[in-house]
């Protein structure tokens, strides 16, 4: 199993360009998250999936969009990129079972500087 | 709500020395607490969790934190650290039910001194 994967690894943008950033596991995992990482300010939440066809809100979800067509991607999209999302983008999932808490799995990161 | 404080931006401590990386938890219900840890360059890992039952868990690599709930504390300690133990260690806090969302502290850079 890869587990999470993230592309690209690394991206350089100019203000007001759009870029997606793609997730893939091959776990099976029900769900499925975005973060950002910033220093001094640990992980934050932007958006999040618990299954295919659906998505929700995280803490900062400004500036980004995401779908989950499908059960083992999660994309996050950057419409209009500014510098204040230059950051380091974590991927994550999550088996969801019953009665029990399952660890996130992480993808390896994305580093994005916006110009 | 819940927020997860790692009042210890950074510890250096040198090799073969005991460490400890503190780290405060607030919730207003009952919670699950963990400890990632991030190598350079690449995703965190889950390090070692409490869900329930002992207060005292422990890493497969030596690593043990106890859930004490009247100090709302989960500190991650060491006997002795190596130098492959320098990375960036990060506590996290769940709701114990429902959606289950995960709130990450800031990180405490660990560097391990040869």
């Known amino acids: 199993n890869a587990g999470v994967t993230q592309t690209p690894k690394f991206r350089v943008l100019k203000t007001g360009q759009s870029m997606t950033l793609l997730c893939a596991q091959d776990m099976n995992h029900e769900y499925m998250y975005w973060y950002r990482q910033d220093p001094g300010m640990g992980l934050r939440l932007i958006h999040y999936?618990?299954?295919?066809?659906?998505?929700a809100k995280g803490e900062v979800p400004d500036g980004y969009n995401v779908s989950r067509l499908k059960k083992q991607n999660f994309l996050l999209g950057l419409e209009s990129a500014a510098p204040s999302q230059t950051s380091v983008y974590f991927c994550a999932s999550r088996l969801e079972t019953s009665g029990t808490y399952n660890e996130q799995f992480f993808g390896p990161g994305t580093r994005l500087t916006v110009l | 709500a819940q927020s997860v404080t790692q009042l210890d931006s950074q510890v250096p401590v040198f090799e073969e020395a005991p460490v400890e990386l503190r780290c405060n938890y607030s919730s207003s219900v009952s919670v699950y607490l963990f400890w990632y840890v991030q190598y350079p360059n690449q995703g965190l890992q889950l390090l070692l969790k409490y869900l329930s039952g002992s207060t005292l868990v422990e890493s497969i690599n030596g690593f043990e934190a106890e859930f004490n709930k009247s100090q709302t504390s989960f500190h991650l300690r060491k006997p002795s650290v190596h130098i492959s133990d320098t990375a960036e260690y990060f506590c996290a806090v769940s709701a114990s039910g429902g959606y289950q969302k995960v709130t990450f502290g800031t990180g405490t850079k660990l560097q391990v001194i040869p």
């Open positions: 999936s618990v299954g295919e066809g659906t998505t």
